[in-house]
């Protein structure tokens, strides 16, 4: 069965870090385009940003761009997002998901063809 897991969320001060990491079971990631996406309370979920099965192509929302970046290590079949100076309105479930087009890399793109089950990201003082 394929699977996406998504782990390293948590509760962390405003200002600080978290890097959250997606990996795959039943299946490997590397020739998968990979989306980071995010739903708060209340809220719609909304594309954070994406990469492509190379990394050549990546995208990042208006609203974490400068502090979050994603990266991919294909040889771990893992993709990473690593948040910097969090703030309160980051606080979200964040779910990872994969698109077998290999460049497929929207911001906002929910035709994904796997998800995982999202891991809580809270940014609290």
């Known amino acids: 069965q394929l699977q996406l897991v998504e782990s390293g969320g948590g509760l962390v001060q405003p200002g600080g870090s978290l890097r959250l990491s997606c990996a795959a079971s039943?299946?490997?990631?590397?020739?998968?385009?990979i989306g980071w996406f995010r739903q708060a309370p209340g809220k719609e979920r909304e594309g954070v940003s994406c990469?492509?099965?190379?990394?050549?192509?990546?995208k990042y929302a208006e609203s974490v761009k400068g502090r979050f970046t994603i990266s991919r290590d294909n040889a771990k079949s893992t993709v990473y997002l690593q948040m910097n100076s969090l703030k309160p309105e980051d606080t979200a479930v964040y779910y990872c998901?994969?698109?077998?087009?290999?460049?497929?890399?929207?911001?906002?793109?929910?035709?994904?063809?796997?998800w995982g089950k999202g891991t809580l990201v809270t940014v609290s003082s």
């Open positions: 998901a994969a698109h077998t087009v290999q460049t497929m890399c929207v911001i906002d793109y929910y035709g994904m063809d796997y």
């Open positions: 990469i492509s099965s190379s990394g050549g192509r990546i």
């Open positions: 039943g299946f490997t990631l590397d020739s998968y385009a």
